[in-house]
């Protein structure tokens, strides 16, 4: 049972923080602009394809650097050429505007890289086993993400508080309004946060592909997940997504862990089930197998009784 | 909207010029099977007429009501699933019903959780709404595939429509049969959402779209009206997918998940979410898109999601939106003078998307025939894909139409806004 | 019973800062009340408190007797008290018609009907034409109501505020921005509709205010110094320093 | 009635157009699979084995019953049961009498419901349903009918073989289970905990889980708990991204143990899961790959690997498909379908691999020799995916012991 609990926590505190990298971008992304943006997870795609297609020339470590940025500038033409343009239309024609950007890049990708997985593998030199705990090998590329993970944190961190940029940011965080009339390029500021917001899922890309496979629906099965985070955290609040994704994260990996069912909590009052009935599906019901849907869950309650998030104060 | 609707309401319009619209769109209806006979196209429009009340119910949400939902696929799927219930307890006796007042049931379940679901989603509006519809239509299709014995698991659950009551004569065992119903169903739905639009509670919803704040001031709490609006709407995305369930006699996964949601939406909004009439060309264009375009090319979708993105960008109000800035020039016999411009923009660009569109085929059949298939055929004509010449002649396409019609796009800018210079301020569509 | 709104030790504070510290006033049935005050004396705030817009931190509010504090303004409107905005706040998509019927409706008693076509419903549909007539605008009601002039836009704002024949009417700031013939037009509108009807109203206009007003309340730092005729506002001397000779100083 | 006289009136002439073009030379073969969308890599391979196998088999060598050709149309269902009756309903509309399909049994499900109910309705223009893959049990046991034949073997008949296969592995005392939450997913772990309860009772199942179908993001923490339990052995229905992960996660942690898997080749997967899955990653499946069987089945092989150097054989059954229709229309001497049921019907017939394979007569399930192969890159003549990995036959199984009672009762037309 410890073994579990053990890599139950590290499996869950790696998911947590590769969501954190898409999650940082969405919320900047998110409380600047006031765009949930659909489109951020096809990023963290579009990351892991360029990778894989510079790692058949060069290597792993070169689409390390090289993908993201592509991504990045790829981001800054999006924001340059269509988000603002689409902006005069209001809120809801620039959510619908990355919704259907989504769809258009999960169809790119396809058109591109056809539809079959893609075989993007990790570099040789971490393809061993960092250590072995209870009998169970703990792969040195996941230590490798975490590391990389909790980089990304502490540098996005450092800017965030230290740098002139990332006072500007935060003012554009807290009030939005604000920035323009301290004579800020408000328009460059867009398109940079929104250019490091896609290189950053892009970097989550590029080190997820190989761990989590590198197929054109590997989008639509992130998306929405990071979408939660940034809801679930709270507006505006680094740290709300940085505990949201922590939390989404363990939620998953302890919920698949945790063999529980419903029939085993009614045991607890002494109540017995029929097998037959037409709610025979409810009784059986286990943890595990609503684990992925755990998160739409606590996005729902947190909407109806705490719009503003865990830690937002902001009202989405 | 307003514009039409308001024009519409002038005082002093006589009843024949009321019901105008509504006799030519019920002889339509009766007509169509007539001009297109074959067993694809009845099943086609039968398609249309359930994706025409699905994707006006949606829009009585997004462009009436301001409320932007992903997952409206919920109330049109459980809708289908009740009904093909009903159709298996018509089937085994268990209630002796015409099979046409199956979708009434539908409607009603969609209206039972549209209640229960808008009882908290629609406390506000905008983000809010948005990301309530979507976590709950991910939990409800998720249910659907753990609770089996409603939902039937992946495989769905059938039924068999010939069953139940004979009513004159008709026991649904042809697609045309199947045609009327739906007709019958598309037009008094269609009146229906058309009448709610026009009641103190429809204005109410635009009301509260254009200004929720506003409306509050004037009497109406914002998010009583967004109820209402919801549960309307709910009901008849409910007798959508009761008709559904009738026409396919199955009902599965598919009716009730995210890309479904998708679907309604990217209908709606190509439409014309501004025009009550949008999301009815909408889903008649995207139902064409979908069964006619992907036999001819694999990579349909690709177009579908350029089309939309497109329309986003630069025709926020749909191919609606334009079409009704054409009306101003019409009223004002002015379409001659836009004639040629119109030729001299539309060719080149015409020659560009064939370039365009050809370049995109030839590289998706490269690189998906085997290697000795090189010869390859797009809108009759023959080639082989290995050669220069056709790449040359694609590629020459698309620059030089491109570039014809980039350089011709001030001159017709130009036109365009002649002819719509001297409006007076009353016809001001084209804002 | 002849107080229309009676304000009782009326507060208001955001976070740590108090804006409205302890008002009281009462307005009597039919009067033409206007209140001044300097940039951020709390003005449109008391407005807010009073149509709903915003929840008291502390006193009491209450229209014709019957307390309506913290009431969603849509129960305040109801219980008959209607008010127009400083920002303009129409409905800019539809058409200028459709904004003052929506503005009718819940007084014809149509709540939320879905069973009346609009349309049909004769004695509504004059009404809205007496409206529009009211506020000169039969011309453009069937332009969407985003596309009409400022001017144009301002009467439609207080259009839509009277239509519903609410017996107390509030006017933020109605010829803010105005010039002077529209400032003009108006002054006549707003005496015509408020015709029997009690008004209060904020203005910065002092012309506007000494032509319209019957009684003056001078709001400073969220605390009212004086409430008078317009003959005793002009010369009372503690309204002199502290807000008219301010103005004159600005000005 | 006036309108309904001119319905069927419509509807005689329609069918007796269809039934003129019955006895032209060319049979139309619609195949409904997806061809855009996530799932259309399987697809396209599908539809590359029916036209090379139609050509190979049937064209190449003159056609059947004195010249008449096969043509392979396709259709694109995009992976739903909707899309795939609009599909239906053009097939017929274009003269296609014969329908094949195979991915995703929910599909499966809505045409073989489809068919039934058209060829009712409408006995003058039947359509066969010829399901190459779909195989949940219960489309040839309680949901079973006539116009339905399946040449793949069914979750039940698989997990009997695979079954067979442990009974003999004395070192497995502990089996994990893990499938996808749906019917086949449960389908596989029923059949799984009553064929060992019968083969093997000393061995227990210490886990049977079922996961959420394409929405498991990381295995890894399946894995763990696999791990976890001390299981020997894995089995699992999964197939496209879940089993990739499935099979990657299980290799990240170091287990090594056998997996059995009813799906874990080809389309990518091979190459995705490579050298971590060596020796661990076993499929249950029909015709043996390597090493080859028989001379033909290599030329076979080889000649499909030159037309489509970038897809493999992964259904060998197609080729059966092909095979036996054109040999049911030989014998019935006719391309209408009521007299190519009648003939497939308890047909049997020798496949490329010299097996020889029966149509069960009761419920048009095809009984057939399987083999339980094992990911390797040792001893491969044909690869897959061009990856140097391919699956080596381990164990076969006779036909006749794969075979288990049916609960099917068809209507057969008089």
Redo the contacts between chains.
């Keep these: 049972?410890f073994?579990?609990l053990f890599?139950?926590l590290l499996?869950?505190v790696?998911?947590g923080l590769l969501l954190f990298m898409l999650a940082s971008g969405l919320t900047l992304i998110f409380s600047m602009m006031g765009v949930l943006n659909f489109a951020h997870a096809s990023f963290y795609m579009l990351g892991a394809y360029f990778a894989y297609t510079i790692s058949t020339y060069v290597g792993f470590w070169p689409g390390l650097i090289l993908a993201p940025i592509l991504v990045g500038l790829v981001g800054a033409v999006v924001e340059r050429y269509g988000l603002r343009h689409v902006h005069r239309w209001g809120h809801v024609a620039e959510l619908i505007f990355t919704f259907g950007l989504a769809f258009l890049i999960e169809e790119v990708v396809?058109f591109i890289w056809?539809?079959?997985?893609?075989?993007y593998?990790e570099p040789e030199v971490l393809q061993f086993?960092l250590f072995?705990f209870?009998?169970?090998?703990f792969?040195a590329?996941?230590a490798f993400m975490l590391l990389i993970s909790i980089s990304i944190f502490v540098v996005l961190l450092l800017i965030l508080t230290k740098s002139r940029i990332g006072l500007i940011i935060q003012a554009a965080i807290t009030h939005p309004n604000m920035t323009a009339m301290l004579g800020h390029n408000v328009p460059l500021v867009f398109m940079g946060v929104f250019g490091v917001g896609a290189a950053l899922a892009g970097v989550a890309g590029v080190i997820a592909g190989p761990?989590?496979?590198t197929?054109?629906?590997m989008a639509v099965?992130?998306g929405p997940?990071v979408f939660v985070i940034v809801v679930v955290g709270g507006l505006g609040s680094l740290v709300g997504a940085f505990v949201a994704s922590l939390l989404i994260g363990l939620l998953?990996?302890f919920a698949?862990?945790l063999d529980y069912s419903v029939n085993d909590l009614l045991m607890l009052f002494n109540i017995t089930t029929d097998a037959d009935s037409a709610l025979r599906d409810l009784w059986t019901l286990s943890l595990?197998?609503i684990?992925?849907?755990l998160p739409y869950l606590l996005l729902v309650l947190i909407l109806i009784f705490r719009p503003t998030g865990l830690f937002g104060k902001r009202e989405t | 909207m307003s514009n039409i609707s308001s024009a519409q309401s002038a005082p002093g319009s006589s009843l024949f010029k009321v019901f105008r619209p509504w006799i030519f769109l019920a002889v339509l209806l009766i007509i169509l099977p007539f001009i297109f006979?074959?067993?694809?196209s009845v099943?086609?429009m039968n398609?249309m007429g359930i994706f025409i009340i699905f994707a006006l119910s949606y829009n009585m949400l997004l462009g009436q009501g301001g409320m932007l939902s992903f997952g409206h696929a919920v109330y049109f799927g459980l809708g289908g699933f009740m009904s093909v219930h009903f159709m298996n307890y018509i089937e085994y006796e268990i209630f002796i019903l015409p099979m046409f007042l199956v979708p009434i049931f539908g409607g009603i379940i969609g209206l039972i959780f549209a209640v229960i679901i808008g009882s908290f989603s629609t406390r506000r509006a905008g983000t809010v709404f948005a990301m309530i519809s979507l976590g709950i239509g991910e939990l409800v299709a998720?249910s659907s595939?753990?609770f089996?014995a409603f939902f039937g698991?992946?495989?769905?659950v059938?039924g068999?429509r010939?069953m139940g009551p004979n009513v004159l004569?008709?026991d649904y065992?042809?697609?045309?049969?199947v045609y009327y119903l739906i007709a019958i169903w598309a037009f008094i739905t269609i009146a229906l959402m058309y009448m709610f639009s026009r009641t103190p509670m429809g204005r109410m919803a635009n009301a509260v779209r254009d200004n929720e704040e506003r409306a509050e001031f004037i009497g109406y709490s914002q998010r009583k009206v967004r109820f209402i609006s919801f549960c309307a709407s709910g009901f008849f995305a409910g007798i959508a997918g009761g008709l559904?369930a009738i026409n396919?006699?199955?009902v599965?996964?598919?009716?009730l998940n995210a890309l479904t949601s998708g679907v309604v939406l990217l209908m709606a909004y190509i439409g014309g979410v501004g025009f009550f009439i949008g999301p009815i060309i909408g889903a008649v264009v995207f139902t064409l898109l979908?069964?006619l375009l992907?036999?001819y090319t694999?990579?349909?979708?690709l177009y579908v999601g350029v089309l939309f993105v497109l329309t986003v960008m630069y025709a926020p109000q749909g191919l609606t939106g334009i079409l009704a800035m054409h009306l101003p020039v019409i009223r004002m016999k002015r379409v001659g003078p836009l004639l040629m411009p119109y030729l001299r923009i539309g060719i080149p660009t015409i020659i560009c998307l064939i370039g365009l569109v050809g370049l995109l085929e030839t590289v998706h059949h490269v690189r998906?025939m085997?290697?000795?298939q090189t010869m390859m055929s797009l809108a009759g004509l023959e080639f082989d894909t290995h050669s220069v010449l056709p790449w040359v002649i694609m590629v020459v396409f698309t620059v030089v139409g491109g570039f014809v019609a980039k350089s011709q796009a001030p001159q017709f800018r130009e036109a365009w806004e002649e002819a719509h210079a001297p409006v007076s301020s009353d016809g001001g569509s084209a804002k | 019973m002849s107080i229309a709104i009676s304000l009782n030790e009326v507060r208001k504070s955001f976070g740590p800062t108090e804006i409205i510290r302890g008002v009281n006033l009462n307005i009597e049935k039919g009067e033409r009340h206007a209140i001044i005050g300097p940039n951020g004396a709390g003005k449109s705030t008391l407005f807010h408190l009073v149509s709903g817009r915003y929840n008291l931190s502390g006193g009491s509010v209450s229209l014709n007797g019957e307390e309506i504090s913290n009431l969603p303004p849509y129960e305040i409107y109801r219980k008959g008290l209607s008010r127009s905005f400083q920002v303009t706040n129409i409905f800019p998509m539809m058409s200028v018609f459709e904004n003052v019927r929506c503005g009718i409706m819940w007084s014809k008693d149509y709540k939320y009907s879905f069973w009346h076509l609009v349309d049909r419903e004769r004695e509504l549909n004059e009404r809205t034409q007496e409206v529009l007539a009211e506020i000169g605008l039969t011309d453009r009601q069937h332009v969407p109501a985003g596309v009409l002039t400022y001017a144009e836009q301002r009467a439609l704002e207080i259009g839509i505020a009277s239509a519903g024949g609410a017996d107390v009417i509030m006017l933020d700031e109605p010829t803010a921005g105005m010039s002077h013939s529209e400032t003009d037009q108006a002054i006549a509108l707003i005496r015509k509709i408020t015709e029997g009807k009690t008004l209060v109203m904020v203005e910065h206009d002092m012309g506007v205010v000494f032509d319209l007003a019957d009684r003056i309340s001078v709001l400073v730092y969220g605390e009212i110094i004086a409430t008078d005729t317009p003959e005793n506002i002009r010369n009372n001397k503690a309204v002199q320093e502290a807000y008219l000779g301010a103005e004159a100083e600005h000005a | 009635?006036t309108i309904?006289s001119t319905?069927v009136a419509?509807?005689v002439f329609?069918t007796m157009s269809a039934f003129s073009v019955q006895a032209a030379d060319v049979v139309k073969i619609g195949f409904i699979d997806p061809?855009?969308?996530?799932?259309?890599?399987t697809g396209?391979n599908g539809l590359?084995q029916y036209q090379f196998a139609a050509e190979e088999l049937v064209n190449k060598k003159g056609g059947i019953l004195d010249g008449v050709k096969f043509e392979i149309v396709p259709y694109?269902n995009?992976i739903?049961?909707?899309?795939s009756?609009?599909q239906l309903?053009?097939a017929?509309?274009e003269d296609v009498h014969y329908i094949v399909q195979g991915n995703?049994?929910?599909v499966a499900?809505?045409l073989t419901?489809?068919i039934k109910?058209h060829n009712r309705?409408n006995p003058d223009s039947r359509v066969l349903f010829l399901n190459y893959s779909a195989v949940?049990p219960a489309l040839t046991n309680e949901k079973c009918n006539y116009w339905h034949f399946r040449f793949d073997a069914n979750a039940d008949i698989k997990m009997n073989a695979l079954t067979e296969v442990i009974k003999v592995r004395d070192d497995i005392k502990k089996v994990y289970l893990i499938g996808q939450?749906?019917?086949f997913g449960?389908a596989v772990a029923k059949a799984a905990v009553t064929f060992l309860k019968q083969k093997r009772p000393d061995i227990t199942i210490v886990g049977n889980?079922?996961?959420?179908?394409?929405?498991?993001?990381?295995f890894?923490?399946?894995a763990?708990?696999i791990?976890?339990s001390g299981a020997d052995a894995v089995i699992t229905g999964n197939w496209g991204?879940d089993m990739?992960?499935l099979g990657?996660a299980i290799g990240?942690?170091?287990?090594d143990i056998p997996i059995y898997t009813y799906y874990a080749a080809n389309?990518?997967?091979t190459?995705?899961i490579?050298e971590g899955g060596k020796d661990k990653i076993r499929l249950v499946h029909e015709g043996p790959v390597n090493p080859p069987s028989t001379p033909e089945y290599s030329a076979y092989h080889t000649a499909f690997k030159a037309?489509?150097?970038?897809?493999d054989v992964s259904q060998f059954r197609i080729a059966n498909v092909i095979g036996m229709l054109a040999a049911a229309m030989e014998k019935a001497g006719s391309t209408k379908p009521i007299d190519v049921a009648a003939q497939l019907e308890g047909m049997e017939f020798t496949t490329l691999h010299g097996e020889n394979v029966v149509m069960r007569a009761e419920d048009h399930q095809l009984i057939q020799p399987i083999h339980v192969s094992v990911h390797t890159n040792e001893g491969i003549t044909f690869d897959s995916d061009n990856?140097g990995y391919g699956m080596k036959t381990e164990m076969s199984v006779a036909a006749a012991d794969t075979a288990l009672p049916t609960t099917c009762k068809m209507k057969r037309p008089k």
Excluded: C
Aim: aromatic share 8%; no cysteine; charged share 25%.
């Design positions: 049972m073994e579990l890599f139950s499996n869950g790696v998911t396809q056809g539809k079959d997985t893609k075989a593998q086993a072995n209870f009998g169970q090998d792969p590329y996941k761990a989590l496979g197929f054109p629906g099965v992130l997940i998953q990996t698949i862990a595990p197998q684990a992925p849907l | 006979s074959s067993g694809i099943y086609t398609l998720a595939l753990i089996v698991g992946e495989e769905g059938s068999d010939t004569g008709f065992a042809t697609d045309v049969e559904f396919f006699e199955i599965t996964e598919e009716n979908q069964t992907s036999n694999e990579i349909w979708q998906s085997p290697a000795d | 009635m309904k319905f419509g509807a329609a061809l855009s969308g996530p799932f259309a890599s396209t590359a694109d995009k739903s049961p909707k899309e009756l609009v309903k053009r017929i509309g995703s049994s929910g499900n809505a419901d489809a109910k309705r949940d939450d749906y019917s449960k889980e079922l996961h959420p179908i394409g929405k498991v993001k990381d890894t923490p399946y763990t708990k791990r976890a991204a990739v992960g990657k990240d942690t170091g287990l389309d990518g997967i190459k995705t490579g037309k489509f150097p970038e897809k990856s």
